[in-house]
């Protein structure tokens, strides 16, 4: 398969990675030359791109090859270009038959704490969730135009290989911020790669699917339980309101939700392989993640 992947970045590398293992020709774009060439070292034809007006000519060959297409580049706060700049290409594209967009699940809002599923009106609150919502309508709009599916992933906090609590404590950066009731759904980058593939297996429709794990919890929880499986004493709790956190950071903690994902279990038959943070955290500490 001819995968192309708008925007190389932790996740989509990842998968790109996995992808390539399994003997697909993969495609991407990345920010700057340095990286695109390390990433040729490994297989993956990456190629320096800025999505708000980058010369098209080599993306959009690539992408009128392409079987799959993944789009993992975040939408600028004015929106997100690409919808209209590779319209063409895209409606150009005979073989393509699956267009995936990462999202966010902050196109919800804040629901004050309850559960929600992919029925919940969203209600985008901060700037970045509305451009998100735009950006999802955009590539689906793109698509029942193009006559292609987009399947739209929402998704959490993502943590895995570098880029975990266990990595955060041993460098001194974990904080424990406490603001009461606050919870937040996870997921584990694996678990990302094992649905997107599960989708191109089986998605010919479009779709919305919640893709967290099965456990929202506070996050001095999830500090805490990394320090136990370090044998370090935590880090001390902080009061929200004293965190002196920057008006982004602050901004993720005015949102509180419990996120299911009973949608993309049913339709896909997708089975988290860390269905909580412990799992996830007990493979990564396994794997050799936050050695001393």
Known sequence: MKLMILGLGYTATIFARRRRAAGDQVAGTVRDAERARALRAEGIAAMPFEAQAGELGPVAAALREAEAL?????????????????????????????????????????????????????????????????????????????????????????????????????????????????????????????????????DTAGAVYNLTDDEPAPPQDVVAFAARLLNMAPPPEIPFEEAGLSPMAASFYGENKRVRNDLIKRALGFIPAFPSYREGLQALLAAGEGAG
Do not use: M
């Open 70 to 202: 993944l789009v993992s580049v975040p939408p600028a706060p004015a929106g997100d270009p690409l919808p209209e700049r590779l319209a063409a290409d895209v409606r150009d594209a005979a073989r393509l038959r699956w267009i995936g967009y990462l999202s966010t699940v902050g196109v919800y809002g804040d629901q004050g704490g309850a559960w929600i599923d992919e029925t919940t009106p969203c209600a985008p609150q901060s700037a970045r969730g509305r451009a998100r919502l735009a950006a999802e309508e955009g590539w689906s709009e793109l698509g029942r135009s193009a006559g292609k599916p987009v399947i739209v992933f929402r998704l959490p906090g993502i943590y895995g290989p570098s880029r975990n609590p266990l990595q955060a404590l041993r460098a001194g950066s974990a904080r424990r911020i406490v603001k009461t009731g606050q919870v937040f759904n996870r997921v584990h980058v694996g678990d990302i790669a094992t649905a997107l593939d599960a989708s191109l297996a089986a």
